[in-house]
């Protein structure tokens, strides 16, 4: 025996001689809708991909290097826009409402604006993300809307490569204590992951010669960008790793 619903599709496909109109409830069903498919044009990797990152920096061997890339919690919810300083181990994080390209290209705006050109030039030289597309238009993280003026350059991991920037990958290892897998980012407000950074910034690392990362970028850029950036360092001994952060500031 046949479902009813099979028995549409064969009358749909003509290999049972009724017609739809002799299925008077048929006619009143609503043919499913197709879910829309977003597909991004990869001609926006052409000259950016990870072969002409390396040669790049071969040819600009001291330029430090900005590795973007997202932290996502429940599905389809708020995600992370994270910003990793290689050469520091320092990650900044902002939250976004969805995983889209102006929402990145946004925040980048934000920050020339807060910095300066000067400012923002000197920390962003050159960027390194995955192949997300929020990250698909490297022409509005690259260039200044107002003017027009180059600020940064963006480059683009191998597909299915994210130890090119793994840095930043690992850097998230310490966003997972606070925020695990599947959690819904709509709870935190940018306070709240300001607040988690500056512990996670705060925490003193071997590969840094037991430094914290906001030390090791004070010493090349200084307390004024720290403080354009918000950021603010927390004593070693007040240093948490989990989210308990969050009750002791609402507890203070």
């Given at each position: 025996?046949?479902?009813?619903?099979?028995?549409?599709?064969?009358?749909d496909s003509r290999l049972?001689?009724?017609?739809?109109?002799?299925?008077?409830r048929?006619?009143?069903?609503?043919?499913?809708?197709?879910?829309?498919?977003?597909k991004?044009?990869k001609?926006?990797r052409?000259?950016?991909?990870?072969?002409?990152?390396?040669?790049?920096?071969?040819?600009h061997p001291?330029?430090?290097?900005?590795?973007l890339?997202?932290?996502e919690?429940?599905?389809?919810?708020?995600?992370?826009?994270?910003?990793?300083?290689v050469?520091?181990?320092?990650?900044?994080?902002?939250m976004?409402?969805a995983?889209?390209?102006?929402?990145?290209?946004?925040?980048?705006?934000d920050l020339?604006?807060?910095l300066?050109?000067?400012?923002?030039?000197?920390?962003?030289?050159?960027?390194?993300a995955?192949?997300?597309?929020?990250?698909?238009?490297?022409?509005?993280?690259?260039?200044?809307?107002?003017?027009?003026?180059?600020?940064?350059?963006v480059?683009?991991?191998?597909?299915?490569a994210?130890y090119?920037?793994?840095?930043?990958?690992?850097?998230h290892?310490?966003?997972?204590?606070?925020?695990?897998?599947?959690v819904?980012?709509?709870q935190?407000?940018?306070?709240?992951?300001?607040?988690?950074?500056?512990?996670?910034?705060?925490?003193?690392?071997?590969?840094?010669?037991?430094?914290c990362?906001?030390?090791?970028f004070?010493?090349f850029?200084?307390?004024?960008?720290?403080?354009?950036l918000g950021?603010?360092?927390?004593?070693?001994?007040?240093?948490t790793?989990?989210?308990?952060?969050?009750?002791?500031?609402?507890?203070?």
């Amino acid at each position: 025996s046949y479902s009813e619903r099979t028995i549409y599709r064969l009358i749909d496909s003509r290999l049972i001689s009724a017609m739809n109109l002799d299925l008077p409830r048929k006619l009143r069903f609503k043919g499913r809708r197709k879910k829309k498919e977003y597909k991004v044009d990869k001609k926006y990797r052409i000259g950016r991909d990870f072969d002409c990152f390396q040669k790049y920096m071969e040819e600009h061997p001291d330029i430090p290097v900005t590795q973007l890339d997202s932290v996502e919690g429940k599905k389809g919810g708020k995600v992370l826009l994270t910003v990793h300083f290689v050469k520091c181990e320092m990650m900044l994080a902002f939250m976004r409402d969805a995983n889209t390209a102006k929402s990145v290209s946004d925040i980048f705006d934000d920050l020339y604006l807060k910095l300066g050109d000067k400012e923002f030039e000197n920390i962003f030289k050159v960027c390194l993300a995955d192949n997300g597309s929020e990250f698909s238009n490297p022409t509005a993280i690259e260039v200044d809307p107002v003017d027009g003026v180059v600020r940064t350059r963006v480059f683009y991991c191998d597909p299915n490569a994210p130890y090119q920037k793994g840095s930043a990958e690992r850097n998230h290892e310490f966003i997972r204590g606070f925020i695990p897998k599947g959690v819904d980012l709509g709870q935190y407000s940018q306070d709240d992951i300001t607040l988690m950074m500056n512990h996670i910034n705060s925490y003193s690392r071997e590969s840094l010669g037991n430094k914290c990362p906001y030390d090791v970028f004070r010493f090349f850029y200084g307390d004024k960008l720290l403080n354009l950036l918000g950021c603010t360092t927390i004593p070693a001994k007040q240093v948490t790793l989990n989210k308990s952060v969050f009750r002791k500031e609402v507890a203070e």
